[in-house]
């Protein structure tokens, strides 16, 4: 990802402290930070509907088109799409993006050597905004990142033909365009904390705590 | 039109397990958009001409996704299903099996699944010896076997085919084992609550042995005008989002809010039409609903109003967790049936979402009995020793199981009012509430003759309560089924937002409001025409004769009675409109001519 000057700048101050040791250290920063300055789309599961506007406006916003030389939103495909709504019997819609876990099991599971001047894998985290980003130049296509999204967290990862993997939250640079669109409000852009509820764990366990909650 | 659509449609022929991609003409898409319309267009084509049996193999059953679905304008998620009808037939038969044009509607996300797997419609013709599903991912479609799933009911299949297919992003419409038996009103489900139930489109799949179809699709239509759809787009969704008492009547209530609203006007199907207002509403109304049963809002395909709410019964029928109530299912089953026991009400909607029988002509059948047995026109015997009563909830869910399993009486009472009227006699035909053997909605008549009587009666597919009263409404009302807006919507798509100007950025076409409104005359016009071959005249076009017998003993439209006289009047002025021949009903020359309906072989 290229990342403009003033976008820099604005991570900078968004989380000096973890952007600095990201660089060293790639995978392991923030718990070695101290300071917890990762923000990401924070669902309210309670006030989702499972309309999907999200993926329509993520998929437009990630991948626009070019239209007689003007860069435009794209269609709106959802199959392109970083956030994925999960429709569950009995009724409860889950909707899940790159939670940008603290701990990421997906760079963990990277095999790809740090490299020695940035310490970033081949799968690493953004010095902006911490969102997590492939190098396809040194992706090998195992697709382990995406077994341990899938087995650990939201399944959010979704290789292409090649293996490389695909779908990771952008965060719109900093301007979620599916919190700025959601119709119920039920997508915020905010700071995690650890008590946040929900959060780092499949759609499948989310919906199943849910439904304990709704439906018993 | 070569933008915004896939012109392709998938052919399915059951009976030697063939499946074919054919092109659609662009000339269809000009003329019909999708969804109603261009499944009117194509049913034309497939039907071998009049008379064809709906049960028949060669009676298509068409799955055909709005114009706009599929691109994420708020509630553009609209399917229509589209067959020739196995419940109506006319007065005077000229022949064994003729009946009206069926169309039924569904939101939800099958329709927007369909057009991402590169169809504008499925086909299905033929019948399968064996229960089949049909499974399409992309270009790859194939029948696979669905022995297992025979029987099943809707709500259990809905989570076994998401277990089979193993990726949640399969979309999957089916049948439950209503219609597998037989039931003339079995509707078509998707998400085991969106329902196109009216008009029998689910019994035709049931004949077919068809279980379900199950879509994945990862495409997209291209596009005429990005810049300008972007911009419509975005205009639509902040008009939307802006703060409105609609969107926040629909969010909070759904439809559910008429429940009361149209007891206290008195339009409301109670004790089998006989009232029009319920003493009971407010234990069965939205605000009880919200408090005691609903648990989470629903949206369909890129829709903001989520008016569709999931819910949780307890009391006596245990944890039943479904979506509803609704208007119609809510009055059908509870204040047609005298019902205000609002878990009971709650958990007859589920049996009868799981047997996949439609709820208005359930209401209607389970209403009429009930009165049958009040008036001592049947025993208890005739019923099987079920004790239907006004009030009761217990004996209308074993009636209901009766029905979907077609056993004992179900086995007539599957076939709806008017052949219960036909075998009972003693005049309950008067109190049989149907127009062409299509049961009437949950809006009552007295009172309201000009709007809903005429809306029932003038109807293609037998009485609906969508329909409109008056030309220009019903020609409107068949474009949103074309276009795929949900008509619930519609308020929002108007001026700059106009549905012709969405069309046009999609389709790259300079479609014109008139052109727009013309396509919806022509939709109108080739159902009546369709109608018209089968022998359909205007004698067909009748209310119950309860409306002119029976007046409301309590509320608004107390004593009122429709006058024969003036409702002829009425259907003089809509023919004359219309620009139908008033005594034959068939459409002028002149105006076949004007709508290019030249083609129909009359």
């Known amino acids: 990802m290229k990342v403009s000057r003033k976008d820099f700048i604005k991570g900078m101050l968004l989380g000096s402290a973890g952007v600095a040791v990201t660089s060293q250290l790639g995978f392991m920063t923030f718990s070695i930070s101290g300071t917890n300055s990762i923000k990401a789309i924070v669902i309210d599961y309670s006030k989702c509907t499972g309309c999907r506007t999200c993926e329509a406006v993520c998929s437009a916003s990630n991948h626009p088109v070019s239209v007689a030389g003007e860069a435009l939103p794209g269609a709106g495909n959802p199959d392109f799409s970083n956030i994925k709504v999960w429709h569950f019997n009995p009724p409860l819609d889950i909707p899940v993006t790159c939670f940008l876990c603290e701990d990421a099991p997906c760079i963990a599971a990277c095999p790809v050597k740090p490299d020695t001047v940035t310490g970033r894998k081949a799968l690493y985290r953004d010095d902006v905004f911490q969102t997590i980003q492939n190098d396809l130049n040194r992706c090998i296509g195992c697709q382990s990142c995406a077994d341990a999204c899938r087995e650990e967290r939201g399944g959010v990862i979704f290789p292409d033909d090649l293996g490389q993997p695909q779908r990771m939250c952008t965060l719109c640079q900093g301007n979620p365009q599916c919190v700025k669109f959601c119709p119920y409000e039920a997508l915020s852009f905010l700071e995690i904390t650890p008590d946040m509820p929900l959060r780092m764990m499949t759609p499948e366990k989310i919906n199943q705590l849910l439904a304990e909650a709704y439906y018993q | 039109m070569k933008f915004g659509i896939n012109g392709q449609l998938l052919e399915v022929d059951l009976t030697t397990r063939t499946i074919s991609r054919r092109a659609i003409p662009e000339s269809y898409f000009e003329a019909f958009f999708g969804g109603r319309g261009l499944g009117m267009r194509l049913l034309y084509d497939y039907l071998p001409g009049s008379g064809t049996d709906p049960f028949s193999p060669e009676n298509p059953l068409l799955f055909v996704p709005g114009l706009l679905c599929g691109f994420p304008f708020p509630s553009a998620s609209r399917t229509c299903m ?139 239509p291209p596009i005429g005008r990005h810049k300008a759809y972007t911009d419509l787009l975005k205009k639509t969704r902040v008009s939307f989002m802006a703060d409105s008492e609609s969107k926040n009547d629909w969010r909070y209530g759904g439809t559910a809010n008429a429940i009361e609203f149209s007891s206290n006007r008195g339009s409301q199907a109670v004790k089998n039409y006989a009232e029009g207002s319920f003493v009971g509403v407010k234990n069965i109304n939205a605000d009880a609903a919200r408090q005691q049963v609903w648990k989470r809002d629903l949206a369909c395909y890129a829709c903001q109003l989520a008016c569709k709410k999931s819910g949780f019964a307890k009391g006596a029928y245990g944890g039943v967790v479904h979506e509803g109530i609704e208007y119609e299912t809510g009055t059908m089953l509870g204040a047609n049936l005298m019902i205000d026991d609002l878990n009971g009400l709650h958990t007859l909607i589920e049996l009868a979402d799981d047997y996949g029988i439609d709820i208005i002509s359930l209401g209607n059948v389970l209403g009429f009995l009930t009165e049958c047995r009040e008036k001592g026109l049947i025993t208890n015997d005739f019923l099987d020793g079920i004790e239907l009563q006004w009030g009761q909830v217990a004996p209308a869910l074993e009636m209901i199981h009766k029905i979907g399993r077609m056993e004992g009486v179900g086995r007539v009472a599957s076939q709806g009012v008017r052949h219960l009227a036909e075998l009972i006699g003693q005049h309950s035909s008067d109190f049989a509430i149907h127009v062409k053997g299509h049961e009437l909605a949950a809006w009552n008549v007295n009172g309201y003759a000009k709007s809903i009587g005429m809306s029932y009666t003038t109807a293609n597919r037998g009485a609906c309560h969508m329909n409109g009263g008056k030309p220009k409404g019903q020609d409107q009302s068949a474009l949103r089924d074309s276009v795929g807006i949900c008509s619930f919507a519609a308020s929002w798509y108007r001026d700059d937002l106009h549905p012709a100007m969405l069309i046009n950025a999609i389709t790259d076409s300079n479609i014109s409001i008139s052109d727009y409104d013309k396509v919806g005359e022509r939709i109108f016009n080739l159902e009546k025409l369709m109608n018209f071959r089968e022998g359909f005249n205007r004698q067909d076009d009748v209310l119950p004769e309860r409306f002119f017998k029976d007046a409301h003993t309590i509320g608004p439209q107390k004593d009122v009675l429709i006058s024969r006289a003036e409702f002829e009047l009425i259907m003089d002025e809509y023919y004359a409109e219309r620009g139908w021949n008033p005594k034959s009903s068939r459409p002028e020359e002149e105006k076949i001519k004007m709508l290019g309906l030249d083609f129909v072989q009359l």
Do not use: C, Q
């Open chain 2, 82 to 220: 589209v067959t020739k009808s196995p419940i109506t037939s006319p007065f005077k038969k000229k022949s064994t099996y003729a009946s009206t044009v069926s169309y039924s509607n569904m939101g939800g996300f099958i329709g927007p699944e369909i057009k991402f797997a590169g169809y504008d419609a499925i086909v299905v013709t033929g019948k399968s010896e064996k229960p089949v599903y049909l499974f399409i991912e992309d270009d790859r479609s194939e029948l696979r076997d669905a022995e297992k799933f025979w029987g099943m009911g809707t709500n259990d299949f809905d989570k076994a085919i998401m277990d089979e297919l193993g990726d949640r992003r399969f979309e999957t419409a089916y049948i439950g084992p209503g219609a597998e038996h037989g039931v003339l009103f079995g509707s078509v489900l998707n998400t085991a609550a969106r329902a196109a139930g009216r008009g029998g489109t689910g019994s035709v799949m049931g004949s077919k042995r068809l279980k379900a179809i199950a879509v994945r699709g990862t495409g997209m």
